[in-house]
């Protein structure tokens, strides 16, 4: 295996969007700036998506304009479209991402529109990003089965993947919204989107409610897959995910590759010691078994 992995935390989106009450925004900052001096190159810091459908995101701009920046550090939001984006680069994003579902149902329920429609509504706002130099990311969620479908084709992920991809998506993030995929289905998922997108350009954004999370990442890094979304504490979820849990812990995929001799750059120690801080201000058990497991020196 090629041994350098890039990691994006996306614990202050995914992780604190699914939050039953509101997390004060000045926690929030102080774990964005927390995961960067844990060695974490890439953290999703926000989403600037309606606060009717979302109110937990609602203080992106406060988030943004909030954190003690660290160079070298890619602080990225949500954005679904024009307005979202517009608002994540007056809060000074430094790279964003659009969000659709290989499945009918849960992009309508989570973004209000078809997948097509969804497609379309991005196209303008590549071309303001671009304008503004802006990457943009392009999450493929319901990527192994759908809260309202059930089990979705390959084929209809690679449609999906393929269509962000041409339309400027510098890289496609594969999500298990639902977290029920198994090894198997990861590897034949992929294997049909990369006859779309070339495997440089995927990451795999895996939620763990069936616990297979470590497994699809370790089936997927043999097929050539180096980049990781994960959350740190394993918080996250999605609101229109109903059952949902959190995305893989961070802590746990770093241990997974230390072990595999793969680089991070992130500091094992220092990562479980924040996961355990954002646990205990969320009031929840850290749902890392690394953060829970790990003895400081
Ligand atoms: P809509 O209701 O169809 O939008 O929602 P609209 O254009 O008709 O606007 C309705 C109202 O929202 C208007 O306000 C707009 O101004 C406002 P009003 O006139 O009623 O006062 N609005 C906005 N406000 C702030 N920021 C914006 C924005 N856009 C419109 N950007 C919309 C369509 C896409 C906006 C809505 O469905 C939405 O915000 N959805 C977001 C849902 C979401 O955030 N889900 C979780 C993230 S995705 C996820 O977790 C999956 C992922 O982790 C991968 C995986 O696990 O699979 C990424
Ligand atoms: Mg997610």
Redesign the pocket.
Same mark, same amino acid.
């Given at each position: 295996m090629s041994n350098k992995v890039r990691l994006v935390e996306?614990g202050p989106?995914?992780g604190l969007?699914?939050e039953p009450g509101s997390v004060p925004s000045a926690i929030k900052i102080t774990l964005v700036e927390r995961l960067a001096d844990c060695g974490l190159c890439h953290i999703e810091a926000a989403?600037?998506?309606?606060?009717?459908?979302?109110p937990q995101?609602a203080d992106g701009h406060a988030i943004l304009t909030g954190i003690r920046r660290q160079p070298g550090v890619i602080y990225s939001a949500?954005?679904?479209?024009?307005?979202?984006?517009e608002?994540a680069i007056a809060a000074g994003v430094d790279e964003v991402?659009v969000?659709t579902?290989a499945s009918e149902s849960f992009c309508r329920r989570?973004?209000?529109?078809s997948i097509d429609e969804s497609l379309a509504r991005f196209t303008p706002l590549l071309a303001k990003a671009r304008q503004h130099r802006l990457k943009v990311r392009g $999450?493929?969620?319901? /990527?192994l089965g759908c809260p309202y479908e059930g089990n979705i084709a390959p084929a209809a992920v690679a449609r999906v993947a393929g269509a962000l991809y041409r339309i400027g998506c510098m890289e496609i993030?594969l999500?298990?919204?639902i977290g029920t995929g198994t090894p198997n289905q990861a590897c034949a998922m992929l294997a049909a989107v990369r006859q779309e997108v070339p495997i440089t350009q995927l990451a795999v954004?895996f939620?763990d409610t069936y616990g297979q999370a470590l497994a699809n990442i370790y089936a997927v890094l043999e097929q050539g897959i180096r980049i990781i979304?994960s959350s740190v504490a394993g918080l996250?979820?999605?609101? $229109?995910?109903p059952g /949902?849990s959190g995305?893989v812990a961070t802590e746990d995929v770093v241990y997974l590759l230390n072990g595999l001799g793969i680089d991070t750059g992130v500091d094992l120690g220092r990562l479980v010691d924040t996961g355990r801080w954002i646990s205990q201000q969320l009031g929840r058990p850290n749902g890392s078994k690394t953060g829970r497991a790990w003895k400081n020196e």
């Amino acid at each position: 295996m090629s041994n350098k992995v890039r990691l994006v935390e996306v614990g202050p989106r995914d992780g604190l969007q699914n939050e039953p009450g509101s997390v004060p925004s000045a926690i929030k900052i102080t774990l964005v700036e927390r995961l960067a001096d844990c060695g974490l190159c890439h953290i999703e810091a926000a989403s600037f998506v309606s606060p009717k459908w979302v109110p937990q995101m609602a203080d992106g701009h406060a988030i943004l304009t909030g954190i003690r920046r660290q160079p070298g550090v890619i602080y990225s939001a949500l954005t679904p479209n024009l307005k979202g984006l517009e608002a994540a680069i007056a809060a000074g994003v430094d790279e964003v991402a659009v969000f659709t579902a290989a499945s009918e149902s849960f992009c309508r329920r989570n973004i209000n529109c078809s997948i097509d429609e969804s497609l379309a509504r991005f196209t303008p706002l590549l071309a303001k990003a671009r304008q503004h130099r802006l990457k943009v990311r392009g $999450y493929v969620s319901t /990527a192994l089965g759908c809260p309202y479908e059930g089990n979705i084709a390959p084929a209809a992920v690679a449609r999906v993947a393929g269509a962000l991809y041409r339309i400027g998506c510098m890289e496609i993030s594969l999500g298990d919204t639902i977290g029920t995929g198994t090894p198997n289905q990861a590897c034949a998922m992929l294997a049909a989107v990369r006859q779309e997108v070339p495997i440089t350009q995927l990451a795999v954004h895996f939620h763990d409610t069936y616990g297979q999370a470590l497994a699809n990442i370790y089936a997927v890094l043999e097929q050539g897959i180096r980049i990781i979304d994960s959350s740190v504490a394993g918080l996250g979820g999605c609101p $229109y995910a109903p059952g /949902a849990s959190g995305n893989v812990a961070t802590e746990d995929v770093v241990y997974l590759l230390n072990g595999l001799g793969i680089d991070t750059g992130v500091d094992l120690g220092r990562l479980v010691d924040t996961g355990r801080w954002i646990s205990q201000q969320l009031g929840r058990p850290n749902g890392s078994k690394t953060g829970r497991a790990w003895k400081n020196e």
